[in-house]
């Protein structure tokens, strides 16, 4: 923070072996679109394991702050495919299939047909490709490693305080210890965390996930009935509430109390 300008840190905690392409391809340019944005510093911490996908959504932390601790599992710089081809069991049986295909490298792998060494060949070219992009994605998000990319991209894992070394991660501290250094720095730290509506005092009512309405009401009835409908849920947490065993007790002792004073009550009046 300076005097002229509040600057904003997106600290985030990764742990991930990976996954789907494009589902982490996807999630790693979100978090580059918040690293391209003026002002804002992403900050990446591993404790854990950020492999393959999780790599690809580390390297996306802006320069100098993809940190790890030091066993921490990183890189996996590699594509993987395992198709199961059935077919042969399958004739074992008398079960015969036929795939047609419009287009030579049609869905060149199935769990039914027969595959030749051409699909193969096929596969084998489509995951070099989706490789190379790998490696690109990763050589153009840290700069820092691309002198070592030949090393680290075929898809071997490290632990961070060896893969520090060799561009794989910037700083060797546990996501705890740097959080704790930004607070002693001044920093003002807030974390971002899902609220789970069906939790009062510690305990569960599933029943209460109120939510949204599906359509903005357009009469106002249908406020009403909303609003009834939300008076009436609220209640029923209540009354639960009020009758968890902790509760029941007081109400109990209360209502000995009550019995007790207006029996002395009339006996006095008598």
Known sequence: ?????????????????????????????????????????????????AASGGYMIACMASPGQLLAAPFATVGSIGVLMQPINLQKTLEKYGVRSFVFRAGDEKAPLLPFGD????????????????????????????PVSLPFMDTISKGNVWLAKHGQDIGLVDRIVTSDEYIGDRVRDGARVLKLQTLDRTRVFGKSFPWMSLGMPAAMS???????????????????????LINDTPMMMLRNQVASIRSTTTTTTTQSKI
Do not use: W
């Open 1 to 49: 923070t300076t005097t002229q300008q509040r600057k904003l840190e997106i600290i985030i905690l990764l742990e991930s072996p990976g996954g789907e392409v494009n589902t982490f391809g996807l999630t790693a340019e979100q978090i580059g679109r918040l690293r391209r944005e003026p002002g804002i510093t992403v900050t990446v911490c591993v404790d854990r394991m």
């Open 115 to 142: 595959v030749t060494p051409k699909q193969i060949e096929t596969v084998q070219r489509i995951l070099d490709k989706v490789h190379e992009a790998f490696r690109d994605y990763v050589a153009t998000a840290r």
């Open 218 to 240: 357009t009469t106002i009835r249908d406020v009403l009935q909303d609003v009834q409908q939300l008076i009436a849920k609220c209640n029923m947490a209540v009354d639960q």
